[in-house]
């Protein structure tokens, strides 16, 4: 620790730790004066960072945090002490139980959170007698993981960031790492282009990743099936297969081949509304390539057929043989900076902490004999699936970290459900919109004043370490947790840890993927899943030899267009939504910064000017989009970034609440909502008469 300084009787002091925004993982630290500073680290080899983690401080010491806990008294929220507050929060959950049983609750992780606080929550759960744990790993990449997994056993980037560098192609799909992973662009994706890489970038809008791109495939919503079996059908027609990859590592080659000759690449064109000779283009920049990687995002993934998506994506990479080798691959890039360690440690409802199914019974056995207890063997709840069941068969949620009152899909009707529980536990910084329906908020520990470990897009696991101490009566997240556990459950001793260390170690004995890491070896760098405890060390570049499935090939699939739920009447257009580079999920951390409100202080509704002009939309107007679901108002941005017939705009906003407007049809597979495809009426304000705004309205 290093010139330490009290700011409003707080002690801050600079430790290396890792930025609490994206899934790239630069180490940052205080800095002074409020400020946080990039650091050499494991991501960020030259200290370089991005606006946001510039502006990591101003979250921490924010006049807005909660310092004491609220229980409800007659319908409004008072100051109580702990004691109280955690009686409450006992009383309350095991009431839920008693009458209920323990599947009536649904329990929120993390993905903002450590890898050790995940945990705990989620054997919380699982001592108590349900797998009803979830995080929202399940409204960003629950398809990529769904598909890769089944395909290649392993959910996560096939690759490192820094053998990206080495592509020949880089094939972005669905993502735009210029501005949502900017740190990882410029210093991995980037130089591969200026070294002589073909980036084809496949998104319905221009936006900064498509300026450095070769081709662009502007897409509409929902057709990235017609575009991907296009591609493979060029592939297959050129030759551009890798005939003894083929033979040697995959199955089903055959019955794919007969599929795709079928497929009528010009018709597949017209239907994603792109300039079939462009496909071709990209096809061969790909296929012709020595190395090839694939980078995708929520643009693949936020789909009723995401999985589906992301299965079209897989046969590119094994038509071409560009997987286990440098520069290859299928890298999803994580949105949260502990999404994947969330997932790792158990957050998620059908899978143990690494993986392994909770159907196992040779995994449960496993983990019985760690904690003493052996885990449901049913899969429990999604938390889309659960919101949809609030008041009847889920009774009570514990929310960590999260706000799925506003991050959810159809938010007005996922808020109002809330109030449909019997009892609801929130532990955050601030009243979210999601603590404002709850019965006891506690207030808990923002990022720097924790420690612990994180796990970032590519598989690292880093550590986190405190810069901050705890404003007011606040509680660090870890301790909040096992006590819970300690009184929630009837084994107390389960949750006697002397520190996150301790629950790591653990961690590291339930979980294949982690045996062998630990603190020490982890130190200032990082160690990487899978992690070998024999040789020492991890696996940067997965499926060399064999795949995750311990097989030696992978099947190769047949993929039809699936299509979106929601039907598009003629005078409607396609809203789809996403990331910017200020700002940052549903907000409630970014929009307190103050220089990052500065640089974008209000949302605006990309339209295409052949769409605004048929509508009487000038550039700067405000307009109402509707559907079904909700109503809300913004400020027309009038620009041909966007192509035609679609609509644009973030979901980092309380207004507009984007979310407001979207379906809640999910993957079968997944369970991921289909966020980027929503049918809406765009209007000027004006004519709709009326202010708009949606029904849910608030901070955050």
């Known amino acids: 620790m290093t010139d330490p300084t009290e700011t409003d009787e707080r002690r801050f002091e600079s430790n290396p730790t890792v930025c609490p925004f994206c899934g790239v993982g630069c180490s940052i630290e205080y800095a002074g004066r409020g400020s946080a500073t990039g650091v050499e680290g494991p991501v960020n080899e030259r200290g370089e960072i991005c606006p946001k983690g510039a502006a990591a401080f101003d979250v921490v010491d924010s006049d807005d945090r909660l310092t004491e806990p609220l229980v409800r008294h007659e319908g409004r929220f008072v100051t109580a002490p702990w004691a109280e507050a955690l009686d409450r929060a006992v009383d309350g959950i095991g009431r839920v139980v008693d009458e209920h049983g323990p599947d009536a609750v649904q329990f929120f992780a993390s993905s903002n959170c450590t890898n050790e606080e995940n945990y705990v929550l989620q054997k919380l759960a699982r001592v108590l007698g349900t797998n009803n744990v979830d995080n929202c790993a ?91 079996n296009a591609i493979a059908a060029v592939l297959v027609e050129e030759d551009l297969v890798d005939e003894e990859f083929l033979a040697e590592r995959t199955t089903g080659f055959d019955r794919l081949r007969e599929h795709l000759a079928e497929v009528d690449v010009a018709a597949n064109a017209e239907a994603a509304g792109v300039d079939p000779e462009a496909i071709r283009e990209a096809a061969r920049a790909y296929g012709e390539a020595d190395r090839a990687a694939i980078v995708t ?118 808020a109002s ?23 006891v908020v506690l207030p808990g ?111 190769l699939a047949v993929v039809d267009p699936v299509p979106p739920a929601d039907d598009l009447d003629a005078d409607e257009l396609v809203l789809t939504t996403g990331r910017v580079l200020q700002h940052f999920n549903s907000g409630a951390l970014s929009r307190r910064s103050e220089r990052l409100t500065a640089m974008r202080g209000e949302d605006v509704l990309q339209i295409h000017p052949s769409d605004a002009a048929e509508r009487g939309i000038e550039d700067g107007d405000r307009v109402t989009v509707s559907n079904e679901r909700g109503t809300v108002e913004v400020a027309a941005d009038v620009t041909p970034a966007v192509r035609e017939g679609v609509a644009f705009c973030t979901f980092h906003y309380p207004e507009p609440l984007a979310n407001a407007l979207t379906g809640d049809a999910l993957d079968p597979e997944a369970k991921i909502p289909e966020f980027k495809h929503s049918a809406v009426a765009v209007e000027p304000a004006a004519t709709a008469g009326a202010a708009g705004g949606s029904e849910a309205a608030g901070d955050d």
Not at 183 to 201: C, E, K, N, Q
Not at 308 to 330: F, I, K, S
Request: net charge negative.
């Open 445 to 555: 520990s923002a990022w720097a004043e924790k420690s612990g470990t994180v796990t970032n897009t590519d598989r690292r696991v880093m550590r986190m370490r405190p810069n901050a101490d705890l404003p007011g009566n606040a509680r660090r997240d870890f301790e909040i947790l096992t006590e819970l556990g300690q009184r929630l459950t009837d084994r107390p001793d389960a949750f006697d840890y002397d520190g996150p260390e301790d629950a790591f170690d653990e961690l590291t004995r339930v979980a294949p993927i982690y045996e062998g890491m630990s603190y020490e070896g982890i130190g200032d760098g990082y160690q990487r899943w899978p992690f070998s405890a024999a040789e020492g060390r991890g696996t940067d570049v997965l499926h060399a030899e064999t795949f995750a499935t311990g097989d030696r090939t992978a099947p």
């Open 417 to 439: 459900a809330f109030n449909d529980l019997d009892f609801c536990v929130v532990i955050d910084l601030f009243e979210t919109r999601t603590a404002a329906h709850a019965d």
């Open 297 to 414: 995002g929520m643009g693949t993934s936020q789909h009723r057929c995401g999985t589906d998506n992301v299965h079209a994506l897989l046969n590119l990479a094994l038509l071409t043989g560009n997987v286990g080798r440098p520069g290859t691959g299928v890298n999803p890039l994580r949105g949260q900076n502990n999404v994947q360690g969330a997932s790792d440690a158990g957050g998620l409802p059908g899978v143990l902490p690494g993986y392994e199914p909770v159907t196992d019974p040779d995994a449960r056995e496993r983990v019985a004999a760690e904690w003493g207890v052996e885990p449901p063997a049913e899969p429990g709840l999604t938390e889309v699936e659960a919101t949809h069941r609030f008041g009847d068969d889920v009774r009570a949620a514990v929310v960590f970290g999260e706000n799925p009152a506003v991050t959810e899909p159809n938010a007005t009707v996922v």
């Open 138 to 228: 399940r409204l960003c990449h629950a398809s990529t993981v769904a598909a890769m997994s089944e395909r290649l056993g392993a959910g996560a980037m096939t690759n490192s960031l820094d053998d990206l560098s080495e592509a020949d192609c880089l094939f972005v799909n669905g993502a735009n790492p210029a501005e949502q992973h900017p740190v990882a662009f410029r210093s991995y994706l980037l130089p591969a282009v200026r070294d002589g890489a073909t980036l084809v970038h496949v998104d319905p809008r221009a936006n900064d990743t498509t300026e450095v791109a070769d081709v662009h495939l502007p897409l509409r919503p929902g057709t990235d099936i017609e575009v991907a």
